[in-house]
């Protein structure tokens, strides 16, 4: 079972049809027990990453999902992956889950904010089981960026300066663009996500 994590916040019942569409049992809760029981858990999320942090903290979420993190497939989405770092600076300073090393800032850029739209992605550092999504366009939503180091990165985007949109450490991975909003690419997206760390119970860096 996969869960989807509910914290009022996450584009919960469009990702959970997503997976559905792959052929995946799903579920959509706040429950530690139910986390507990799933394969792989999902952290969408849509909204600024102060106020996401508050509504985490309040279902008393955070330390529960830094530790099954470690344990299980974890993959956020939009919000979802910037709350995977360790600090985001939207409406002051707040922390994140700490689970890849870095912070989440403002995209510096001579764009118009946000990033809004679909935008290629650039595969980074040879990463082979993404390299057939080189070019490939996917939807984006977002004003602020993770900033982090090369070694995380899987794909970026162009906007006036590089976007992160796949990160990964270990089996946990995020997706800044909105993969259940991208069509086939981003179906397909999911698909390698699941295909890639199934059985995969590995330590992050």
Request: charge should be negative; aromatic fraction near 10%.
């Amino acid at each position: 079972m996969i869960a989807i994590v509910d914290y009022g916040m996450g584009n919960v019942a469009s990702v959970k049809t997503a997976f559905q569409r792959l052929g995946y049992d799903v579920e959509i809760t706040d429950s530690v027990e139910r986390l507990e029981a799933a394969s792989h858990i999902i952290l969408p999320g849509v909204g600024s990453f102060q106020a996401a942090v508050e509504e985490i903290n309040q279902r008393n979420l955070t330390e529960p999902l830094r530790r099954l993190a470690k344990e299980k497939p974890f993959l956020g989405i939009c919000l979802g992956m910037q709350l995977l770092f360790d600090q985001g600076y939207e409406n002051g300073i707040s922390d994140g889950l700490g689970l890849i090393p870095g912070e989440v800032n403002r995209i510096e850029t001579e764009y118009i904010l946000p990033h809004i739209g679909w935008n290629q992605l650039q595969i980074e550092n040879n990463n082979q089981p993404f390299a057939s999504f080189q070019d490939k366009h996917v939807y984006f939503v977002h004003s602020f960026q993770a900033r982090t180091g090369q070694q995380y990165l899987v794909a970026t985007a162009e906007y006036g300066t590089k976007v992160p949109g796949i990160v990964q450490n270990g089996h946990v991975y995020g997706m800044q663009f909105h993969p259940e909003k991208s069509g086939e690419v981003g179906v397909d997206l999911l698909k390698l996500f699941m295909e890639k760390t199934n059985g995969d119970r590995g330590q992050q860096a």
